[in-house]
């Protein structure tokens, strides 16, 4: 079952910086949009960030201008840079194609913003 890997969480202080990685070894996701979704406890999971076929971005107003999307196909991989984190960033991260597809949901990474 193709599931993708995230990684690069972790706890950060207010103001710093996680680049957080998606890697999907079978390639699975280069014909894709793909996004980057988060669920923070309590919260509905929601997407953040969304790479599309044509390279075009798109950013929830919660985050634009703080992070950024960008992927490799060569690769197979899928990135988020989050700049200046702030605590109601906190959530596990995933990414995933955009519209999400069920069976590729992966563990996600943990990210954490506290002082």
Known sequence: QEQLVESGGGLVQPGGSLKLSCTDPARFIN???????????????????NINGDRSLNYADSVKGRF????????????????????????????????????????????????
């Open 31 to 49: 014909g894709y949009a793909m996004g980057w979704y988060r669920q923070a406890p309590g919260k509905q999971r929601e997407l953040v960030a």
């Open 68 to 115: 950024t999307i960008s992927r490799d196909n060569d690769e197979g991989m899928v990135y988020l840079q989050m700049n200046n984190l702030k605590p109601e960033d906190t959530a596990v991260y995933y990414c995933n194609a955009m519209p999400a597809i069920p069976n590729l949901w992966g563990q996600g990474t943990q990210v954490t913003v506290s002082s």
